[in-house]
């Protein structure tokens, strides 16, 4: 199974953008790239994903490296809401859209 | 919409004892999941179906045993608990649709002693 190495730990400022790397060396050509985040004491909740290019959406923007082995979540302005744990997750879609979640980076925002 | 809810939100058991868990979406998704979360862990897959009248195992499924009980509930046994289970469990299910993504319950926080 490929797998995700992610930073334990990150923090932010209030309104600053926010970068939250992932590694993903063995990824393969069908795995879909997916972050999710889990604010505390809540269920996990999606924040975007992506195969090969960039991509935007409201609550965030996800680049791409061009050989697909890292990418990284953009936060455009954090805010005290964002803190939470972040995931960054291969689905296979070969294997039943298997998604095996790591630990995550747990952002931290000071106001 | 109410999404995805689960019973009970909290739970104590004795080991041995045995419980069920119940999920409901009302999304209309083929697919749903049952995953544990232990203390500073990320989530692991114990039983999913693919649809209405399959299930499958995932990462972790000893001790567990699931029923799909028809398109909108899937249900989680655990028919001797152990304090190796004490966890956070969460429902999922997958939109298969765009964007493909799962949508998870609030979770049952569970303690067995």
């Known amino acids: 199974d490929a797998k995700t190495t992610q930073p334990n730990s990150m923090e932010s400022n209030e309104e600053e953008p926010v970068h939250l790397p992932c590694n993903h060396s063995?990824?393969?050509?069908?795995?879909?790239i997916h972050w999710y985040r889990q604010l505390p004491s809540q269920g996990p909740e999606y924040v975007i994903h992506?195969?090969?290019s960039n991509v935007n959406n409201r609550m965030a923007s996800l680049a791409i490296a061009e050989d697909r082995k890292s990418s990284t979540l953009i936060l455009h302005r954090a805010t005290l809401r964002d803190a939470a744990v972040y995931y960054c997750?291969?689905?296979?879609?070969?294997?039943?859209?298997?998604?095996?979640f790591g630990a995550g980076t747990r952002l931290t925002v000071k106001p | 919409n109410a999404g995805v809810t689960q019973t009970p939100k909290f739970q104590v058991l004795k080991t041995g004892q045995s419980m069920t868990l119940q999920c409901a979406q009302d999304m209309n998704h083929n697919s749903m999941y049952w995953y544990r979360q232990d203390p500073g862990m990320g989530l692991r897959l114990i039983y999913y179906?693919?649809?209405?009248?399959?299930?499958d195992k995932g990462e972790v499924p000893n001790g567990y045993n699931v029923s799909r009980l028809n398109k909108r509930e899937f249900s989680l046994r655990l028919e001797s608990a152990a304090p190796s289970q004490t966890s956070v469990y969460f429902c999922?299910?997958?939109?298969?649709?765009?964007?493909?993504?799962?949508?998870f319950g609030p979770g049952t926080r569970l303690t067995v002693l």
């Open positions: 992506g195969l090969t």
């Open positions: 179906s693919a649809s209405e009248g399959t299930t």
């Open positions: 997750i291969l689905r296979d879609v070969s294997n039943n859209n298997d998604m095996r």
């Open positions: 063995t990824i393969s050509g069908t795995d879909y």
């Open positions: 999922a299910s997958r939109s298969g649709g765009a964007p493909d993504t799962q949508y």
